[in-house]
């Protein structure tokens, strides 16, 4: 299984950004995809999940602001994030499960202020 993010880049504060992430390898619908992200020096950190039913979870710094949505495509997810402020610049990691877990590579976000 392979995922890989793409969507990442250089962005103002207050402006906008689209993460996408794609999954191959597996027919199989993950039970649950999620977006973390680690910040230089920082533990990596859940910043928003979705379940297979549509259940979602965020991070309290980032409630209001982000959206996680799974597409139509199967194993595919975004990140929709808006009003992207200096302390969300951080490498995202796309997360996948289901018996097993898997990651992407990551992307990079930076936010300046």
């Known amino acids: 299984v392979q995922l890989v993010e793409s969507g990442g880049g250089l962005v103002q504060a207050g402006g906008s950004l689209i993460l996408s992430c794609a999954a191959s390898?597996?027919?199989?619908?993950?039970?649950?995809m999620a977006w973390y992200r680690q910040a230089p020096g920082k533990q990596r950190e859940l910043v928003a999940a979705?379940?297979?039913?549509?259940?979602?979870n965020y991070a309290d710094s980032v409630k209001g602001r982000f959206t996680i949505s799974r597409g139509n495509a199967q194993n595919t997810v975004y990140l929709h994030m808006n009003s992207l402020k200096s302390e969300d610049t951080a490498v995202y990691y796309c997360n996948a499960q289901r018996n097993l877990e898997h990651w992407g590579r990551g992307t990079q976000v930076t936010v300046s202020s």
């Open positions: 390898g597996t027919t199989l619908t993950f039970n649950s």
């Open positions: 979705i379940t297979s039913g549509g259940s979602t």
